[in-house]
């Protein structure tokens, strides 16, 4: 079993930016793969960006790729999302997923998930 908490989630100004951490603990494979999902209200959840643990090999949803970026913090055992220019739209409870073999970009590839964090964008 794998534990996913998810933080920095918060209000922030459009143009701003956040960086969201998600802490994995419990059991973890060699090719863990962490992703970022979202999902805003009456919205299907999405695919945001993931990292696989071993090699650091990213994949971004086309809307997120320059803007945000997700990165591994190994010696605190946390994937990062980094959201820059942040817009209204970006609005949506942004959730932790983790599996352990490849990275897919539908939802139901992921066993594990967090509980999410509010990412509130004004205008």
């Known amino acids: 079993q794998v534990q996913l908490v998810e933080a920095g989630g918060g209000l922030v100004q459009a143009g701003g930016s956040l960086r969201l951490s998600c802490a994995a603990s419990?059991?973890?494979?060699?090719?863990?793969?962490r992703a970022w999902f979202r999902q805003a209200p009456g919205k299907e959840r999405e695919f945001v960006a993931a990292?696989?643990?071993?090699?650091?090999?990213?994949e971004y949803a086309d809307s997120m790729k320059g803007l945000f970026t997700v990165s591994r913090d190994n010696a605190k055992n946390k994937v990062v999302l980094q959201m820059n220019s942040l817009k209204p739209e970006d609005t949506a409870v942004y959730y932790c997923a983790a599996q352990y073999m490849y990275i897919y970009r539908r939802p139901s590839a992921y066993p594990y998930w967090g509980q999410g964090t509010q990412v509130t964008v004004s205008s």
């Open positions: 419990g059991r973890t494979f060699s090719n863990y793969v």
């Open positions: 990292i696989m643990w071993t090699s650091g090999s990213t």
